[in-house]
Protein backbone atom coordinates (compact mmCIF):
# COMPACT_ATOMS: atom_id res chain seq x y z
CA UNK A 1 0.00 0.00 0.00
CA UNK A 2 2.93 2.06 0.78
CA UNK A 3 4.81 1.39 -2.36
CA UNK A 4 1.24 2.45 -4.45
CA UNK A 5 0.47 5.47 -3.03
CA UNK A 6 4.45 6.91 -3.40
CA UNK A 7 4.30 5.62 -6.96
CA UNK A 8 0.86 7.41 -7.78
CA UNK A 9 2.48 10.55 -5.71
CA UNK A 10 5.31 10.07 -8.73
CA UNK A 11 2.91 9.86 -11.43
CA UNK A 12 1.14 13.24 -9.83
CA UNK A 13 4.57 14.75 -9.62
CA UNK A 14 5.42 14.07 -13.35
CA UNK A 15 2.58 14.98 -14.63
CA UNK A 16 2.65 18.38 -13.22
CA UNK A 17 6.44 18.44 -14.33
CA UNK A 18 5.28 18.05 -17.67
CA UNK A 19 2.56 21.06 -17.61
CA UNK A 20 4.97 23.19 -15.84
CA UNK A 21 7.45 22.54 -19.07
CA UNK A 22 4.54 23.24 -21.67
CA UNK A 23 3.68 26.63 -19.33
CA UNK A 24 6.73 27.70 -20.05
CA UNK A 25 7.53 26.73 -23.47
CA UNK A 26 4.33 29.04 -23.99
CA UNK A 27 5.02 31.76 -22.41
CA UNK A 28 2.74 34.49 -20.39
CA UNK A 29 0.98 37.62 -20.92
CA UNK A 30 -1.38 39.26 -19.15
CA UNK A 31 -4.37 36.99 -20.13
CA UNK A 32 -2.85 33.90 -19.45
CA UNK A 33 -1.84 35.24 -15.74
CA UNK A 34 -5.66 36.00 -15.53
CA UNK A 35 -6.41 31.99 -16.69
CA UNK A 36 -6.20 28.78 -15.31
CA UNK A 37 -2.79 28.23 -17.27
CA UNK A 38 -0.84 29.13 -13.85
CA UNK A 39 -2.05 26.62 -11.55
CA UNK A 40 0.06 24.58 -12.58
CA UNK A 41 3.07 26.25 -10.57
CA UNK A 42 0.77 25.91 -7.46
CA UNK A 43 0.05 22.59 -7.75
CA UNK A 44 3.43 22.13 -8.29
CA UNK A 45 4.38 23.49 -5.12
CA UNK A 46 1.92 21.80 -3.22
CA UNK A 47 3.17 18.58 -4.15
CA UNK A 48 6.77 20.02 -2.73
CA UNK A 49 5.25 20.80 0.50
CA UNK A 50 3.21 17.82 0.95
CA UNK A 51 4.93 14.62 -0.90
CA UNK A 52 7.52 12.02 1.24
CA UNK A 53 10.62 13.69 2.06
CA UNK A 54 13.73 12.31 0.09
CA UNK A 55 11.00 10.17 -2.45
CA UNK A 56 10.92 10.29 -6.25
CA UNK A 57 7.83 12.94 -6.17
CA UNK A 58 9.67 15.38 -3.98
CA UNK A 59 13.05 15.19 -6.06
CA UNK A 60 10.89 15.34 -9.09
CA UNK A 61 8.90 18.16 -8.25
CA UNK A 62 11.89 20.34 -7.10
CA UNK A 63 13.38 19.63 -10.00
CA UNK A 64 10.59 21.19 -12.09
CA UNK A 65 10.56 24.04 -9.74
CA UNK A 66 14.07 24.64 -10.01
CA UNK A 67 13.47 24.47 -13.96
CA UNK A 68 10.41 27.62 -13.35
CA UNK A 69 12.14 29.35 -10.70
CA UNK A 70 14.12 31.18 -13.89
CA UNK A 71 10.37 32.40 -14.48
CA UNK A 72 10.06 35.65 -12.60
CA UNK A 73 6.16 34.94 -13.03
CA UNK A 74 6.55 30.80 -12.46
CA UNK A 75 8.83 31.49 -9.42
CA UNK A 76 6.11 34.30 -8.06
CA UNK A 77 3.17 31.81 -8.36
CA UNK A 78 5.09 29.12 -6.36
CA UNK A 79 6.15 31.37 -3.69
CA UNK A 80 2.84 32.42 -3.22
CA UNK A 81 1.42 28.95 -2.67
CA UNK A 82 4.03 28.16 -0.10
CA UNK A 83 2.69 30.94 2.28
CA UNK A 84 -1.05 30.24 1.05
CA UNK A 85 -0.69 26.42 2.40
CA UNK A 86 1.28 27.64 5.50
CA UNK A 87 -1.34 30.50 6.68
CA UNK A 88 -4.19 30.64 4.21
CA UNK A 89 -5.29 34.05 3.37
CA UNK A 90 -4.27 35.27 7.50
CA UNK A 91 -1.70 38.02 6.96
CA UNK A 92 -0.47 41.16 8.73
CA UNK A 93 -2.68 41.35 11.79
CA UNK A 94 -3.62 38.53 12.37
CA UNK A 95 -0.48 36.68 12.08
CA UNK A 96 0.37 37.22 15.61
CA UNK A 97 -2.77 34.85 16.55
CA UNK A 98 -1.88 31.82 14.15
CA UNK A 99 0.50 29.13 15.40
CA UNK A 100 3.02 28.62 12.72
CA UNK A 101 3.50 25.15 11.32
CA UNK A 102 6.88 24.07 10.71
CA UNK A 103 7.99 24.53 7.33
CA UNK A 104 8.81 21.33 5.18
CA UNK A 105 12.50 20.39 4.54
CA UNK A 106 11.76 20.82 0.89
CA UNK A 107 9.96 24.05 0.73
CA UNK A 108 13.00 25.24 3.15
CA UNK A 109 15.48 23.82 0.77
CA UNK A 110 14.04 25.66 -1.99
CA UNK A 111 13.82 28.93 -0.40
CA UNK A 112 17.13 28.80 0.60
CA UNK A 113 18.87 27.33 -2.71
CA UNK A 114 21.84 29.74 -3.36
CA UNK A 115 21.24 31.01 -7.07
CA UNK A 116 23.05 34.35 -8.29
CA UNK A 117 26.04 35.06 -6.44
CA UNK A 118 25.49 33.13 -3.31
CA UNK A 119 22.45 34.98 -2.65
CA UNK A 120 19.09 32.51 -1.22
CA UNK A 121 16.68 31.98 -3.91
CA UNK A 122 13.73 33.86 -1.74
CA UNK A 123 16.32 37.03 -1.11
CA UNK A 124 16.88 37.55 -4.90
CA UNK A 125 13.00 37.31 -5.08
CA UNK A 126 12.25 40.06 -2.68
CA UNK A 127 15.17 41.88 -4.26
CA UNK A 128 14.13 41.77 -7.73
CA UNK A 129 10.92 44.28 -8.71
CA UNK A 130 7.27 43.13 -8.31
CA UNK A 131 5.72 41.35 -11.42
CA UNK A 132 3.54 43.36 -13.18
CA UNK A 133 1.44 40.35 -14.19
CA UNK A 134 -1.97 40.26 -12.29
CA UNK A 135 -2.94 37.05 -10.58
CA UNK A 136 -4.03 35.89 -7.37
CA UNK A 137 0.06 36.04 -6.18
CA UNK A 138 0.29 39.64 -7.43
CA UNK A 139 2.05 41.97 -4.70
CA UNK A 140 3.17 39.04 -2.74
CA UNK A 141 6.62 40.44 -1.59
CA UNK A 142 5.20 42.09 1.81
CA UNK A 143 2.94 39.11 2.46
CA UNK A 144 6.44 36.44 1.93
CA UNK A 145 8.57 38.16 4.12
CA UNK A 146 5.60 38.30 6.68
CA UNK A 147 5.00 34.75 6.40
CA UNK A 148 8.79 34.04 6.38
CA UNK A 149 8.97 35.71 9.54
CA UNK A 150 5.93 34.02 10.89
CA UNK A 151 7.74 30.50 9.91
CA UNK A 152 10.90 31.02 11.52
CA UNK A 153 9.17 31.01 14.90
CA UNK A 154 8.64 27.79 14.55
CA UNK A 155 11.95 26.92 14.87
CA UNK A 156 14.00 25.92 17.92
CA UNK A 157 14.20 29.04 20.13
CA UNK A 158 17.60 27.49 21.36
CA UNK A 159 19.74 27.86 18.49
CA UNK A 160 19.04 28.97 15.06
CA UNK A 161 17.45 27.31 11.88
CA UNK A 162 17.89 27.69 8.17
CA UNK A 163 14.97 30.68 7.97
CA UNK A 164 15.99 32.00 11.45
CA UNK A 165 20.21 31.78 10.71
CA UNK A 166 18.78 33.46 7.59
CA UNK A 167 16.48 36.62 9.13
CA UNK A 168 19.83 37.12 11.34
CA UNK A 169 21.69 38.02 9.20
CA UNK A 170 19.84 39.54 6.44
CA UNK A 171 19.94 42.53 5.22
CA UNK A 172 16.76 42.76 2.94
CA UNK A 173 14.50 45.47 2.91
CA UNK A 174 10.98 43.73 2.97
CA UNK A 175 12.57 41.36 5.28
CA UNK A 176 13.96 43.79 7.77
CA UNK A 177 10.68 45.30 7.84
CA UNK A 178 8.85 42.40 8.33
CA UNK A 179 11.45 41.80 11.20
CA UNK A 180 10.35 45.02 13.10
CA UNK A 181 6.73 44.74 12.68
CA UNK A 182 6.83 41.77 13.99
CA UNK A 183 8.94 43.35 17.04
CA UNK A 184 6.58 46.00 17.27
CA UNK A 185 3.73 43.16 17.77
CA UNK A 186 5.41 41.21 20.15
CA UNK A 187 6.07 44.27 22.80
CA UNK A 188 2.13 44.69 22.12
CA UNK A 189 1.40 40.99 23.08
CA UNK A 190 4.14 41.16 26.16
CA UNK A 191 1.87 43.98 27.80
CA UNK A 192 -0.87 41.20 27.96
CA UNK A 193 -1.62 38.32 30.10
CA UNK A 194 -0.85 35.07 28.33
CA UNK A 195 -3.97 33.16 28.86
CA UNK A 196 -2.59 30.16 26.56
CA UNK A 197 -5.41 30.48 24.39
CA UNK A 198 -3.83 32.34 21.77
CA UNK A 199 -0.46 31.06 20.60
CA UNK A 200 1.15 34.42 20.32
CA UNK A 201 4.39 33.38 18.15
CA UNK A 202 5.67 37.43 18.45
CA UNK A 203 6.05 36.79 21.82
CA UNK A 204 9.72 37.94 23.11
CA UNK A 205 10.24 37.10 26.05
CA UNK A 206 8.72 33.31 27.84
CA UNK A 207 9.77 33.24 31.64
CA UNK A 208 12.22 35.82 31.20
CA UNK A 209 13.74 33.72 28.70
CA UNK A 210 14.43 35.17 24.85
CA UNK A 211 12.17 33.26 21.96
CA UNK A 212 13.63 32.73 18.77
CA UNK A 213 12.29 36.32 17.48
CA UNK A 214 14.42 38.30 20.16
CA UNK A 215 17.17 36.18 19.78
CA UNK A 216 16.97 36.94 15.60
CA UNK A 217 16.87 40.81 16.39
CA UNK A 218 19.35 41.04 18.21
CA UNK A 219 21.88 39.00 16.43
CA UNK A 220 20.54 41.27 12.96
CA UNK A 221 23.15 43.44 11.92
CA UNK A 222 20.55 45.81 9.87
CA UNK A 223 17.71 46.67 11.69
CA UNK A 224 18.72 49.87 13.20
CA UNK A 225 19.33 52.44 9.99
CA UNK A 226 17.88 55.80 11.42
CA UNK A 227 16.85 58.26 8.21
CA UNK A 228 18.00 61.75 9.22
CA UNK A 229 16.30 63.86 11.75
CA UNK A 230 14.01 66.64 9.89
CA UNK A 231 14.54 69.59 9.87
CA UNK A 232 11.02 70.90 11.30
CA UNK A 233 10.07 69.81 14.98
CA UNK A 234 9.66 66.07 15.11
CA UNK A 235 6.36 64.91 14.24
CA UNK A 236 3.66 63.99 17.48
CA UNK A 237 3.58 60.05 17.35
CA UNK A 238 1.56 58.49 19.76
CA UNK A 239 4.57 55.17 20.18
CA UNK A 240 8.27 54.71 18.81
CA UNK A 241 8.42 50.60 19.33
CA UNK A 242 12.30 51.60 17.37
CA UNK A 243 13.35 53.13 20.52
CA UNK A 244 12.76 49.50 22.45
CA UNK A 245 14.37 48.00 19.16
CA UNK A 246 17.45 50.21 19.69
CA UNK A 247 16.94 49.01 23.99
CA UNK A 248 16.66 45.22 23.61
CA UNK A 249 20.40 45.30 20.70
CA UNK A 250 21.93 47.25 23.67
CA UNK A 251 21.86 50.74 21.71
CA UNK A 252 21.12 53.30 24.52
CA UNK A 253 22.79 55.87 23.23
CA UNK A 254 20.40 55.71 20.10
CA UNK A 255 17.46 56.95 22.28
CA UNK A 256 18.13 60.68 21.78
CA UNK A 257 18.37 60.72 17.91
CA UNK A 258 15.17 58.66 17.72
CA UNK A 259 13.50 61.09 19.39
CA UNK A 260 14.63 63.81 17.15
CA UNK A 261 12.88 61.53 14.56
CA UNK A 262 9.89 60.30 16.18
CA UNK A 263 9.21 62.70 19.13
CA UNK A 264 9.67 62.92 22.69
CA UNK A 265 6.13 61.84 22.92
CA UNK A 266 5.92 58.44 21.06
CA UNK A 267 9.47 57.73 22.78
CA UNK A 268 8.34 57.94 26.45
CA UNK A 269 5.08 56.50 25.47
CA UNK A 270 7.17 53.26 23.88
CA UNK A 271 9.33 53.48 27.07
CA UNK A 272 6.73 53.56 29.37
CA UNK A 273 5.40 49.60 27.27
CA UNK A 274 8.30 48.80 27.32
CA UNK A 275 8.77 48.54 31.19
CA UNK A 276 5.28 47.30 31.78
CA UNK A 277 5.81 44.43 29.11
CA UNK A 278 6.73 41.13 29.78
CA UNK A 279 10.72 40.94 29.54
CA UNK A 280 13.73 40.17 31.03
CA UNK A 281 15.31 42.19 33.93
CA UNK A 282 17.60 43.61 31.92
CA UNK A 283 15.26 45.05 29.16
CA UNK A 284 13.09 46.38 31.94
CA UNK A 285 15.94 48.18 33.41
CA UNK A 286 17.38 49.42 30.11
CA UNK A 287 14.06 51.04 29.92
CA UNK A 288 13.85 52.52 33.42
CA UNK A 289 17.13 53.96 32.68
CA UNK A 290 16.10 55.59 29.29
CA UNK A 291 13.06 57.44 31.41
CA UNK A 292 15.25 58.98 34.08
CA UNK A 293 17.70 59.99 31.46
CA UNK A 294 15.77 62.12 29.08
CA UNK A 295 17.12 65.27 27.99
CA UNK A 296 13.68 66.94 26.08
CA UNK A 297 11.64 69.02 28.21
CA UNK A 298 8.43 67.64 26.89
CA UNK A 299 9.62 64.09 27.32
CA UNK A 300 9.99 65.27 30.89
CA UNK A 301 6.67 66.35 31.01
CA UNK A 302 5.04 63.37 29.64
CA UNK A 303 6.70 61.72 32.44
CA UNK A 304 5.74 64.08 35.20
CA UNK A 305 2.48 64.45 33.90
CA UNK A 306 2.14 60.60 33.96
CA UNK A 307 3.57 60.38 37.53
CA UNK A 308 0.58 62.58 38.91
CA UNK A 309 -2.32 59.97 37.15
CA UNK A 310 -0.64 57.33 39.54
CA UNK A 311 1.58 55.31 37.30
CA UNK A 312 3.93 53.83 39.80
CA UNK A 313 6.81 53.79 37.05
CA UNK A 314 6.70 57.03 35.64
CA UNK A 315 6.01 58.44 39.33
CA UNK A 316 9.35 56.78 40.58
CA UNK A 317 11.15 57.83 37.41
CA UNK A 318 10.05 61.49 38.08
CA UNK A 319 11.73 61.36 41.43
CA UNK A 320 14.67 59.90 41.34
CA UNK A 321 15.47 61.62 38.18
CA UNK A 322 14.53 65.30 39.94
CA UNK A 323 12.20 66.40 37.09
CA UNK A 324 10.08 69.11 36.84
CA UNK A 325 7.29 70.26 34.77
CA UNK A 326 8.07 72.67 32.52
CA UNK A 327 6.52 76.36 33.07
CA UNK A 328 5.67 76.13 36.48
CA UNK A 329 5.73 79.23 39.18
CA UNK A 330 6.47 78.36 43.29
CA UNK A 331 3.00 77.60 43.68
CA UNK A 332 2.46 74.78 41.35
CA UNK A 333 6.45 73.49 42.19
CA UNK A 334 5.09 73.13 45.37
CA UNK A 335 2.10 71.69 44.54
CA UNK A 336 4.17 69.22 42.46
CA UNK A 337 6.21 67.94 45.15
CA UNK A 338 2.94 67.00 47.15
CA UNK A 339 1.27 65.25 44.56
CA UNK A 340 4.58 63.03 43.86
CA UNK A 341 5.02 62.52 47.80
CA UNK A 342 8.72 64.86 48.02
CA UNK A 343 8.13 65.10 51.47
CA UNK A 344 11.01 66.69 52.21
CA UNK A 345 11.59 68.69 49.09
CA UNK A 346 8.01 70.19 49.64
CA UNK A 347 8.58 70.47 53.22
CA UNK A 348 11.56 72.70 52.12
CA UNK A 349 9.68 74.54 49.64
CA UNK A 350 6.47 75.45 51.11
CA UNK A 351 7.17 75.19 55.21
CA UNK A 352 4.35 77.17 56.30
CA UNK A 353 1.54 75.42 53.42
CA UNK A 354 0.82 78.60 52.06
CA UNK A 355 2.00 78.15 48.35
CA UNK A 356 0.09 75.02 48.34
CA UNK A 357 -2.70 76.43 49.91
CA UNK A 358 -2.85 79.81 47.32
CA UNK A 359 -2.57 77.31 44.32
CA UNK A 360 -5.56 75.16 45.76
CA UNK A 361 -7.53 78.42 46.07
CA UNK A 362 -6.66 80.35 42.86
CA UNK A 363 -6.65 77.45 40.63
CA UNK A 364 -10.14 77.47 39.57
CA UNK A 365 -9.39 81.15 38.51
CA UNK A 366 -6.13 80.31 36.26
CA UNK A 367 -6.16 77.60 34.20
CA UNK A 368 -3.30 75.81 32.80
CA UNK A 369 -2.26 72.56 31.07
CA UNK A 370 -1.14 71.39 34.77
CA UNK A 371 -4.46 72.29 36.50
CA UNK A 372 -5.71 68.98 36.48
CA UNK A 373 -3.01 67.30 36.52
CA UNK A 374 -1.96 68.89 39.84
CA UNK A 375 -5.65 68.69 41.35
CA UNK A 376 -5.54 64.81 40.82
CA UNK A 377 -2.42 64.09 42.48
CA UNK A 378 -2.98 66.50 45.17
CA UNK A 379 -5.98 64.29 46.05
CA UNK A 380 -4.14 61.15 45.60
CA UNK A 381 -1.45 61.96 47.89
CA UNK A 382 -3.33 63.58 50.53
CA UNK A 383 -5.17 60.30 50.87
CA UNK A 384 -2.57 57.84 50.68
CA UNK A 385 0.03 59.85 53.06
CA UNK A 386 -3.29 60.82 55.85
CA UNK A 387 -1.86 64.53 55.42
CA UNK A 388 -4.80 67.12 55.27
CA UNK A 389 -6.15 67.88 52.12
CA UNK A 390 -5.66 71.28 51.41
CA UNK A 391 -8.27 72.04 49.08
CA UNK A 392 -11.25 74.77 50.33
CA UNK A 393 -14.42 72.63 51.64
CA UNK A 394 -16.94 72.94 48.56
CA UNK A 395 -19.87 75.37 48.79
CA UNK A 396 -23.34 74.63 48.93
CA UNK A 397 -26.13 76.41 47.56
CA UNK A 398 -29.30 74.78 49.08
CA UNK A 399 -31.89 75.24 46.00
CA UNK A 400 -35.24 76.56 47.23
CA UNK A 401 -38.15 74.95 47.52
Excluded at 19 to 35: E, H, I
Excluded at 60 to 79: Q, S, V, Y
Excluded at 123 to 147: K, M, Q, T, Y
Aim: aromatic content about 8%.
Amino acid sequence: MEGDRRFRSWVVAWVQARRVTYRLARGFDAYTALSRRPRAFRALARTIGTAPEGGHASSTALRAARKAAANPFALREILAEFAHMAVGDVFSQSLHLVAPPPTPSPVTAFLLEPVEDGVPRVVAFLDAPESPLPGPGNGVHGRLAEWLVHAAMAEDDEAFGPLSALLARTGQGDLTGALRSAFYRGVQDGTRPDDGRSPRPYRLWRTARPTALTRIVQANPNLLHLPPPPDREPPWTTRAPLVLLALVKGRSDLVGPIMRIDGPHGVVASLREGVSTEAAPEFTEECRRALRHLDHPEARDDVCRSALYGEAEMLAAAVEADYLPSGLDEAQKAAFFFATEQWERYDAADPDGSLLTAFCVVKRHRRTKWQDPLDKGIRTASYKSGRPDPHPPPSYTRTPR
